[in-house]
């Protein structure tokens, strides 16, 4: 897999923070729910976020009464997460500093570590290893991507348009088997991968956001102009009652530590 590492992960969502809390995809419920019972996390766990961003995938287990510790090295996107409401109810996540390969979590910390669209960004093997020391005895990682189904038509064509931006294919192409180093780690054991279906249903200025949430869409005022127009003509050719759906595989890779 390409080290995106690389491609400076820590700053190159700095400006995005705002466009990414608003437009981009939740996770399926039933995702939520395989990661919960097969780790058995309640009340009384703690799960680990690690890169968190703005707390999509965070607020999901909060809002099933989880505790959650976020780690974000980003400040902006970051405090996007802090500022995102919860009921009064349920455990507010708490979000804090830090990169996948150096948390400042104590040893057997989480019973279970997260990564939600993110862990193609890390140095695989040195935070697997972060992963193990954080976990404690017979906790899990799961490792989360929505990555667009283009078996259906309109996300096929939205596709196209977000590969003409120069960056995508160097990120979009290593990210479909990101998750392989977990399975293959002899530091965890019981791997699986398993899929969800999931969907995006959109407005024009939704899909708009959703595509320039990316941090390979284009920043530079004229190749911006050029993508915003594809996509507002791919809208046009495909919008039913005002609204398009992005199509999603989302894949699930979980593991055990092993002892």
């Known amino acids: 897999m390409p080290d995106l590492f690389r491609y400076d992960p820590l700053n190159r969502f700095t400006g995005l923070a705002q466009g990414y809390a608003r437009w981009r995809p939740t996770y399926p419920n039933a995702a939520v729910d395989r990661i919960i019972s097969q780790s058995g996390i309640g009340l009384c766990s703690l799960l680990v976020d690690v890169g968190c961003g703005t707390g999509i995938s965070s607020r999901l287990f909060a809002a099933r009464g989880i505790p959650v510790i ?34 400042s979590l104590a040893d057997s910390a989480a019973d279970v570590v997260l990564a939600a669209q993110a862990f193609h960004w890390f140095q695989p093997e040195a935070s697997l290893r972060e992963f193990h020391r954080i976990l404690k005895p017979g906790g899990w990682v799961a490792l989360l991507w929505n990555e667009r189904d283009e078996g259906d038509p309109f ?14 294919a160097a990120v979009e192409t290593p990210r479909r088997t990101a998750g392989a180093p977990l399975l293959a780690s002899p530091l965890f054991q019981q791997g699986q991968r398993i899929t ?11 899909l708009l956001g959703r595509a320039f949430s990316a941090s390979y869409a284009p920043r530079e005022p004229e190749e911006r102009e050029t993508f915003a127009v594809s996509l507002g003509g791919l809208f046009a050719r495909f919008q039913k009652d ?11 890779y979980l593991a055990q530590k092993a002892e």
């Open 196 to 206: 969800f279906h999931n969907e995006q249903v959109v407005d024009e200025e939704s």
């Open 242 to 252: 005002g609204v398009v759906a992005i199509q999603y595989e989302t894949s699930l």
């Open 70 to 103: 976020g780690v974000e090295p980003n400040e902006e996107m970051r405090r996007a997460a802090e500022a995102e409401p919860l009921p009064l109810e349920l455990p507010k996540p708490r979000y804090q500093s830090g990169q996948a390969e150096a948390t």
């Open 155 to 168: 996300t096929a064509a939205y596709g196209q348009v977000v590969r003409s931006s120069p960056d995508a």
